[in-house]
């Protein structure tokens, strides 16, 4: 079982940065891969980034590629998404993730648990 808690949303004016955190419990955090997925009002969940169980690779959606970047640190059971150059459509909730696979993935139900998430609004 694995719980997971995101932290770092906020309100930010477009072009701004904001860097989340997801902290998992559990003792095989390194086992796991992790992603970051959002969601915006009346739109469906969506994938954000992925990084493999050691960050050794990393993969994002086209719309965040050379913005965002995931990484993780194992030793302190913690995926970070540091984004930059914020725009309004960037506005979300955003969940991270953690699938019992050795790669990240794209796929939504490829993930077995979920945080709560964290509301990000960026203002034009």
């Known amino acids: 079982q694995v719980q997971l808690v995101e932290s770092g949303g906020g309100l930010v004016q477009a072009g701004g940065s904001l860097r989340l955190s997801c902290a998992a419990s559990?003792?095989?955090?390194?086992?796991?891969?992790m992603g970051w997925f959002r969601q915006a009002p009346g739109k469906e969940r969506e994938f954000v980034a992925a990084?493999?169980?050691?960050?050794?690779?990393?993969v994002y959606a086209d719309s965040v590629k050379g913005r965002f970047t995931i990484s993780r640190d194992n030793a302190k059971n913690t995926v970070f998404l540091q984004m930059n150059s914020l725009k309004p459509e960037d506005t979300a909730v955003y969940y991270c993730?953690?699938?019992?696979?050795?790669?990240?993935?794209?796929?939504?139900?490829?993930?077995?648990?979920w945080g709560q998430g964290t509301q990000v609004t960026v203002s034009s």
């Open positions: 990084i493999s169980w050691n960050g050794g690779t990393t």
């Open positions: 993730a953690a699938a019992r696979t050795a790669w990240g993935t794209r796929a939504l139900n490829a993930y077995d648990y």
């Open positions: 559990g003792r095989t955090f390194s086992s796991y891969a």
